[in-house]
């Protein structure tokens, strides 16, 4: 059974930093692509990044309102996904999800970021 | 940067009813389109995946077409479960704004 739990959110202030992690079970990362989703209070769905598997180069793509501000990682050997936010705004406060790409037939339960002065 | 467009943003319908929803792509993304139901306070679930394939679990009742730039998620007889939040999303981009389907 695949499990993606995220970890890693709270409260910041704008302009500061935070790291979001999403460790999985019952998948291996390294051969996955996977996305960031995330979803303002009340608001839809809001796409973040992806990152493909090793095998297809581990390209990762960003939207346009996060890219050069966040960064998509993983590490092998814990079998964790990142999300590495700087330059926190305000309109970033959402809950941020990991899924499984392209589709998103595993998610994981979700984080709250809450970005306020 | 692919946009997709999703109408209606709410619909009001009464139990067994069909109910219909449009994805619109600004351009041809093939088949590469996944449907999401989300139930307030929940995490989304996938429903379509592939424009077309139904997933894991998910009743009959629903189905998705289409393909290029248009697209759409149909549910054949709607039951009070099916009363949520929808969405459509291009893989590796854009989500649709979201239908609400409300009780009439």
């Known amino acids: 059974e695949v499990q993606l739990v995220e970890s890693g959110g709270g409260l910041v202030k704008p302009g500061e930093s935070l790291r979001l992690s999403c460790a999985a079970s019952g998948l291996t990362l390294n051969d996955a692509w996977m996305n960031w989703v995330r979803q303002a209070p009340g608001k839809g769905l809001e796409w973040v990044g992806r990152?493909?598997?090793?095998?297809?180069?581990?390209?990762?793509e960003y939207a346009a309102p996060v890219k050069d501000r966040f960064t998509i990682s993983r590490d092998h050997s814990k079998n964790t996904l990142f999300l590495q936010m700087n330059s926190l705004k305000t309109e970033d406060t959402a809950v941020y999800y990991c899924?499984?790409?392209?589709?998103?037939?595993?998610w994981g339960q979700g984080t709250l970021v809450t970005v306020s002065s | 940067d692919i946009h997709m467009t999703q109408s209606p943003s709410t619909l009001s319908a009464s139990v067994g009813d069909r109910v219909t929803i449009t994805c619109r792509a600004t351009?041809?993304?093939?088949?590469?389109l996944a449907w999401y139901q989300q139930k307030p306070g929940k995490v989304p679930s996938l429903l379509i995946y592939d424009a077309s394939n139904l997933g894991d679990g998910v009743p009959s009742r629903f189905s998705g077409s289409g393909s290029g730039t248009e697209f759409t998620l149909t549910i054949s007889s709607l039951q009070t479960d099916d009363f949520a939040t929808y969405y459509c999303h291009k893989y590796g981009g854009d989500f649709g704004q979201g239908t609400k389907v409300e009780i009439k």
């Open positions: 351009e041809n993304i093939n088949k590469w």
């Open positions: 990152i493909k598997s090793q095998s297809y180069g581990g390209t990762i």
């Open positions: 899924l499984t790409a392209d589709y998103g037939k595993y």
